[in-house]
């Protein structure tokens, strides 16, 4: 299925990604391109094969005990917050 | 709005509501999920965040043990399959609560599937069957104030984010409100016996969600389903399931038909409105955690779980049945909370009298908890005073008037039962004498009733029991003054 | 006359300062005179730590003077890839997204720098995100080659490997994903490891890739590279993808000779770049085995068939993963804002505004591989053919000790010159990428030059965390070649004020 500009706008949409409306028919040209160039996979059979979510196979399980260990640096953590309201994150109201 | 014509009984018999609920609990570990934050409830806003729960670039969830024992816990009591391996998986959407822009959870391959409640509705045993149960992060808290000048923010507040949640998906099996208020109470039930949540809808450690639709009895397939949410009580949850199950049918029956949407319930007006639409339906693209490795779980130490659960309320139910002969209702009753049945069986054993026991604690413990909200860990009266006092109104050493006299004083004063009877002076009167001459007093008092009697009239006898019980306070020995009132109103007779 | 301390090893600086020679003061002062001249003409530089790094030195040598026991990296300084945190330095991943946002933590690899004694020099220029090949992709500004500066160092860590290039730090750490370590050393001359997956923890890495991404060091040096590894790789509770199995590797171990060691060459990778192999390559590839089997390696053949899918691969998992982990950077909680009325507006325009060509590029067609209806023809498939590439690789390393193989189709090509056509620019990654998907380790190192004077590497692959058999292997040829030991014009021209 060929990408045009009415995919890109709904993948950006996904993405909240806001694109140039002048750059639109680039990327569909660009993203397009790309995923013809990996259509060469469908030819591959792929049948009872597993899939590699993570190349660390036999690793031991890391659990993390259920101790309370507070973040020492939390106000450093808040700093770089670009709107606040007293402690609170600030951001404009969700719909 | 179209305003629905209201469905009518004659309706309702036509269609069989198909309900499933989506249980979220909040599990009481110390710790988040991810990260060391604690999870402490109403800790001021972002004072229980670090990198990890607030998604600063770099880091990297960990998971907490605890959380998966919990979960594992809530699988085994509901006798679900425990999978050895289950994996994380991300589930992508934009939101300001959710700091990564994904919520970790599980989706192809969860922790749980299958197994069941059994709930007990109006005489009827009914098993609701499970999908299955799984881990995910809580998002943290959006607050929305109005802004001074008319321009609307939103506040967050990530403390809650990332705190361990179950959810527990139940199969289509529930077929009214009623039937979902059971289930729910029977759900939390086990969740605070295995002691891994709260179960506290109002304060949020239990959320739940209903899937509702209905179809013409007899037929297989499902109906369009709708989804309700915001619904903070068993109460609502039943109500709003009602309302819809009732809109759904009056929409059919006008010629309408159910769109697939979700609602929300208000609980003010007590009806289910449509959210206001999105742009798009969510598309979640999930796909496996690639920062978490798979949960694997050792059988053994599965089995050794299992064989480390508490008594869940089921087994206890029905083995109290079995041990103490009680009544299936007392029972049910006494298990509402492992506390309370650990309560009546040390009364039980200590009076020898489990029906009196059970009789007690249902009336008058029960009385006084409802009215003031104490729990039975905290109730004034001890279990085993409370065992000496039925034991006592057992063997007559009391009557029952004076045994709820005892117990009202035993609410405020922690002495024991005997110990008051002494210091109040309500021993028994016992004494052949004082029996004898009280009888008199009595008929000497009452000599129209008393001429009625010896003329025939076996029922003022009872009257004159009364009463003599009254003159004596409730002191005197029932069997002891019958025995002498019969004996002086007969030896006077002649 | 000696040689300038900057030309010097990490290891004989270490030693030196360790023994009380040189004070880590003197050696971090030369280092940051050399950067003071070469990094404005190239670039390296996003923010530099000229004071912190001082006081941190003098810090090291009053702990010498109490005769405290010093790191294995006494007084060397070390450039740090700006997606890696430092504690309180600004930390942009080359993104104007996240301009201005300082870390509240060192990443593990930074506190083990640390704690080994290394001095921190500064956040080297990147591709953003460590999306790219040629540091193009930087939202600030242009990295150049130290060989030659009308060309690229590579990417994403360009600004790493040309610091270590330059003879600015003797030692840096990148990130590599599909490449972005191995590549750019290539490009640069210099060594550039990719450890094993989860042989060096994540934690602090802005994730690009999470199950591809891995911190590794560039050096001048086998040894030197060893010495580096050693102190970054093992276990961290913070990162539960990073294993116990990595372990410091023994710099005497790297002299043992190749007799009779296995090298695999999986010759038919080179058809794979078709035309797009410079002659120069194939011909260092030939000339690379030739003074393998001198040296007394029995050279096998092997194969990795599915390789050649490996970057159609690789361009459908990593974006699917990067769509992911860059959907934090929205404005609210840290990183740049820009409003837009309501909140969907705010996330739209900071994030349009935000993020660059290549990174939206990528995050729409991760968005678009993982989305409803193409999850299992594109995801899903790829994950399937990654576990083909990575059985080729186990496969090819059990009937040898190690393989063989170019890393870079071409030497370092110029600035400008692929930025229009990304597929061509990713079709560049045809050797390193299938070593990324297997998750095995990999090291590029310095072969020689072609006819210009740019620097040409080789790739050499071992079996998951064997990272001390593949350095050795490279310090076999280091023996018997001076590619490594070559230094561009730009740093000795300098280099001899730098005592």
Known sequence: MPIDVSVVRKIAALARLRIDPAEEERYARELDGILGFVEQLQALDVAGIEPTSQVTEGARPALRADEVCPFGARDEALEGAPERDGDYFKVPQVV | MTKYATATDEMRAKYEPVIGLEVHAQLKTKTKIFCACATTFGAAPNSQVCPVCLGLPGVLPVLNERAVTFAAMTGLAVGATIHPRSIFARKNYFYPDLSKGYQISQYDRPLCEGGGVEIHVEEVRKRIGLVRIHLEEDAGKSLHPEGKEGVSTTRVDLNRAGVPLIEIVSEPDIRSGVEAYHYLTKLKQILVYLDVCDGNMEEGSLRCDANVSVRPCGRVAFGTKTEIKNLNSFRYVEKAIAYEIDRQIALIESGG???????????????????????????????????????????????????????????????????????????????ETRALASYYEEVAARSGQPKLASNWI????????NKTGDSIESFPVRADRLGDLVAMVANGRVSGKIAKQLFEMMLTDSSGPEALVQKHGLLPIEDDAALRALALEVLAANPGPTAEFRAGKEKTFAFLVGQAMKQSRGRAHPEKLQAALRAVLTEESA | ??????????????????????????????????????????????????????????AIDRRRAKGDPLGPLAGVPVAIKDNICVRGVPTTCGSKILEGYRPPYDAHVVERLRAADAVIVGKTNCDEFAMGSSTENSAYQVTHNPWNLDRVPGGSSGGSAATVAACEAPLSLGSDTGGSVRQPAAFCGVYGLKPTYGAVSRYGLVAFASSLDQIGPFARSAR??????????????????????????????????????????????????????????????????????????????????????????????????????????????????????????????????????????????????????????????????????????????????????????????????????????????????PASLAGVPALSFPASFDASGLPIGLQVVGRPFDEETILRVARAYEREHDAASRVPAIALAEAGDAR
């Open chain 3, 224 to 433: 030197d590279t060893a010495l580096i590894q050693g102190v970054i790789c093992g276990r961290d509770a913070r990162d539960t993808t990073s294993r116990a199995d990595a372990r410091p590797i023994s710099l005497d171990a790297l002299e043992r000779d190749l007799a009779g060691f296995r090298l695999g060459v999986p010759r038919a990778i080179l058809d794979e770049a078709g035309e797009g192999l410079a002659p120069s390559i194939r011909a260092a590839f030939e000339s690379a085995i030739s003074a393998y089997e001198r040296a007394g390696a029995k050279i096998v053949d092997v194969s990795l068939p599915h390789s050649r899918y490996a970057i159609a691969t690789y361009y459908l998992i990593a974006p699917a993963e990067a769509s992911s982990n860059l959907a934090r950077y929205d404005g609210v909680r840290y990183g740049v804002r820009r409003s837009d009325g309501d909140l969907r507006g705010m996330y739209e325009a900071t994030r349009g505004a935000g993020f660059g060509r290549e990174v939206k590029r990528r995050i729409l067609l991760g968005t678009y591989a993982l989305s409803a209806g193409y999850y299992d023809a594109y995801y899903l498939r790829a994950q399937k053919v990654r576990t083909l590439i990575r059985k080729d690789f186990l496969d090819a390393l059990a009937v040898s000790d190690a393989l063989l193989l170019p890393i870079t189709p071409t030497p370092a090509f110029k600035l400008v010159e692929k930025t229009d056509d990304p597929l061509a620019m990713y079709l560049s990654d045809i050797f390193s990428i």
């Open chain 3, 1 to 58: 006359m000696s040689a300038p301390l900057v030309l010097e090893s990490a290891e004989s600086l270490a030693r030196a300062v360790t023994q009380g020679e040189r004070s880590a003061a003197d050696v971090t002062r030369a280092f940051l005179a050399q950067a003071d001249r070469t990094a404005p003409k190239l670039g390296t530089y996003l923010h530099r730590l000229a004071e912190s790094a001082l006081r941190d030195a003098e």
């Open chain 2, 257 to 335: 038909r159910v769109v697939q949407e979700t609602l929300l319930w208000d609980s003010a007006r007590g009806v289910a409105e449509t959210m206001r639409s999105k742009e798009e339906a969510h598309d979640y693209r999930y796909f496996p955690e690639p920062d978490l490795p798979p949960i694997d779980l050792d059988p053994s130490w599965v089995e050794s779980l299992r064989a480390s659960l508490p008594e869940l309320p089921d087994a206890l139910r029905e083995r109290l049945v079995r041990e103490q002969g009680i009544p299936e209702y007392d029972a049910e009753v006494l298990t």
């Open chain 2, 362 to 369: 249902m009336t008058e413990v029960n009385a006084v908890r």
